[in-house]
């Protein structure tokens, strides 16, 4: 099947920069849109960027002008560079993306596992 492998996660201090990564491997014939989402402790998981195939992005209000989403599509990997992090930045980032795998004829939404971070003050 499919599998979303994120890497990046850690522990930083407040202003500090992170940078994750989610590659998706398995039997894809396609990938679509690729996101990153966001659950702090004791709240909903969130939406905080996401990216078309064509390069186009969205980001939360929160994050806008801090954290930069990109991707590479040969890769069928998915970055999250976050900058001048805050301790609200702080929660499990979760990558996800819609892919169509090899012999199905619909796409379905798929999950990483989830990479902590840290964000000190």
């Known amino acids: 099947q499919v599998q979303l492998v994120e890497s990046g996660g850690g522990l930083v201090q407040a202003g500090g920069s992170l940078t994750l990564s989610c590659a998706a491997s398995g039997r894809i014939f396609s990938v679509n849109l690729m996101a990153w989402y966001r659950q702090a402790p004791g709240k909903q998981r969130r939406l905080v960027a996401h990216i078309t195939t064509d390069g186009r992005s969205v980001y939360s209000d929160s994050v806008k002008g801090r954290f930069t989403i990109s991707r590479d599509n040969a890769k069928n990997t998915v970055y999250l560079q976050m900058n001048s992090l805050k301790p609200e930045d702080t929660a499990v980032y979760y990558c996800?993306?819609?892919?169509?795998?090899?012999?199905?004829?619909?796409?379905?939404?798929?999950w990483g596992q989830g990479a902590p971070v840290t964000v000190s003050s």
């Open positions: 996800n993306a819609i892919i169509r795998t090899d012999g199905s004829r619909d796409p379905r939404n798929y």
